[in-house]
């Protein structure tokens, strides 16, 4: 087929090209840091789930960005930092007072000037000489058009538009001299959020037994019959949601780990939520029961939080889903010959999904310790002798009140 001639457009030199992408990191950046952020603040599953789909492919997006950058300007200081007017806005974003502000913010007035710019930006770029940004400008725009869609009904209740003076995001001017700007990070957490018709109590559903989540053949039990497959799977639910909100805060609190960390930690909350979101279908179509059906409990998060990044990755990372692997191919066996195709099937993907999240622990866990893997494999075999059997912290392995001395076992996998 005859390659189609026809006058080219010109659109943007080189340099603005440039520039704005650099405006659409500065924002998408902030989006994903402070979406990490509030996440676990976020009481509504859909809204929690949604907004961590989003914060994944915000984070790939700012990875293809950055890599627009590097061939559009390498090797100079792009994308320095953002120039006054883009400054005034993430600084009112970072401001939030709750998770409903700063969703208001992102969905109502952040998204919507990046989608305006994205669009302006493909009417006048050139289609031939700059196709490497129209493929990647094609893409942002569907994705910022779903999010934004996706919250819709949400963010026009609160949203004033308050940065009508913004006409391009795209042409604001960068400061290319400055120094990168701080990211600025929340105070921590005391305790995640739930749906408000879930119960939080301090011992979570005393249905679930230690057996469920020990690792040996001879003791561990798989759930079969429907009323324990109701309290199980809902645990496993809130287990899941655990994992989402800790990996959202170790990318928010973590700011100055490489890039590639806060992809990996985006890619592993959208994983922890979509097993969430499983887990939420499976209630009621298959087993009879719904989410908030059951009390849960924050101890386990608890236990997690409290350590510092590389503690949390030798938990939670290489312990808790190094375990869990083991109990989910048993579990998918066994519910196989029990004839439970479906609800085995669950366990087919959780584990498959749950070899890069083991992943994750040794590649940053190591990297915290100068790439010292041996190093990270002696702290990983320290901090599990005060687990217990079923990976719950022993009393006193957390100097906390109140904080890992119960063993409840829900919030676990
Ligand atoms: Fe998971
Ligand atoms: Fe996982």
Known sequence: MALPVEELRRGYDVDENANRFSNYFHLLRELVHLSCGWLPLVGDFELKYRLGDHLHDDARSISKVRRRLYELRHPSEYPGAPGEELTVLLDRMNAAGSADEYVAMAYGEAK?????????????????????????????????????????????????????????LGALPIRLKAEPRPLRVMSPLDVPARDDFVEVTEEGDPFLADELYVNDPELNHVPIEPEEQRHFFHGLMDAELTAAELMARNSHEYPQMPWDFH?????????ELRHAKVHYMLMPTELGCRWGDYPVTFSYFKSIYAHDLLGRLALFNSTSEQKAMWRHSRRREVLTERGQEKVAMVFDYLLADEVPHVHNGARWGAHLLDGDEA???????????????????????????????????????
């Open 112 to 168: 919507p000037l990046l989608i305006e710019a994205i669009r302006m930006h493909l009417d006048r770029l050139d289609p031939v000489s700059d196709e490497p940004s129209l493929r990647l400008l094609s893409q942002l725009l569907a994705r910022q058009e779903r999010h934004v869609e996706e919250f819709a009904v949400l963010s026009s209740q609160f949203s004033e538009r308050g940065t009508e003076r913004i006409e391009d």
């Open 263 to 271: 992809v990996d930690m985006a890619r592993q909350t959208w994983d």
């Open 375 to 413: 190093a990270y494999r002696r702290m990983v075999r320290e901090l599990r002798e005060g687990l217990d059997e079923t990976g719950a912290p022993r009393a006193q392995a957390v100097e906390e009140p109140g904080v890992g001395a119960g063993g409840s076992t829900t919030s676990r996998r």
